[in-house]
């Protein structure tokens, strides 16, 4: 395998699907919090990512059985919005800057295939004091201020690395509208807590929007 691969489950009937990610990273805030989501909609697996960018190991379960490291899709649909829910335990590394960009854009393309024009990304931010904070950073000023009361600080410095913050910042190129949710965390161990807050704002979030206001 020299490139990404798409592994295709079923085709989802989607319309205007929220696209929200949710990898491993610090303190696996935005993995955590995606899971919730995943429960919480009932999403089923529709497709999978394999690519050579990841990790060279296999993840054995408890039935003996391993599998590479890849990314899983899931689709749900609700009374107010479907979703595409991203989900995955690597990411390539933080020095293979072109894996990055192209595992993203191909992410992007898989996506907005099936209608996507928002996304969400969450994640971890290390802090001085690690708690349920959650910051907001948005591909424009409007989103960013529209959701502070929602519970949210302003991420206004800073970098947001990995997919999370690359994912955001090519679907604003693209033309998509989008936002940042990152929580408060030491980068060590999982942040179970902070995942909940994270999700509990996100869950707030996305019952007031609506796209074509901003």
Same mark, same amino acid.
């Given at each position: ?22 990898? $491993? ?41 391993? &599998? ?21 335990? &690597?990411?390539?590394? *933080?020095?293979?800057?072109? /894996? ?20 969400? $990304? ?16 948005? $591909? &424009? ?24 913050? *690359?994912?955001?910042? *090519? ?12 929580? /408060?965390? $030491? ?28």
């Amino acid at each position: 395998m020299d490139k990404p691969i798409f592994r295709q489950i079923f085709e989802p009937q989607l319309k205007d699907p929220i696209f929200v990610e949710g990898l $491993t990273g610090l303190g696996n805030v935005g993995l955590l919090a995606a899971r919730h989501m995943l429960e919480e909609t009932g999403a089923k697996v529709f497709a999978e990512l394999y690519a050579p960018y990841f990790q060279d190991y296999v993840a054995v379960g408890k039935n003996g059985l391993c &599998s590479p490291p890849h990314y899983r899709f899931y689709a749900a649909k609700t009374e107010k919005h479907d979703y595409i829910i991203l989900i995955g335990e &690597s990411q390539p590394s *933080l020095e293979d800057t072109l /894996a990055h960009y192209d595992i993203c854009d191909q992410i992007l393309d898989f996506a907005q295939k099936y209608g996507s024009r928002f996304i969400v $990304t969450m994640g971890g931010v290390v802090t001085s004091k690690p708690g349920t904070d959650v910051y907001i950073s948005a $591909t &424009s000023a409007n989103l960013v201020k529209k959701h502070l009361d929602k519970g949210t600080q302003i991420y206004g410095e800073g970098r947001i690395v990995g997919a999370t913050g *690359l994912l955001l910042g *090519l679907a604003k190129k693209r033309g998509w509208k989008g936002i940042c949710l990152l929580g /408060a965390t $030491t980068g060590f161990g999982a942040e179970r807590g902070t995942a909940l807050a994270l999700y509990k704002i996100l869950t707030k979030i996305i019952d007031t929007e609506t796209e074509k206001k901003d």
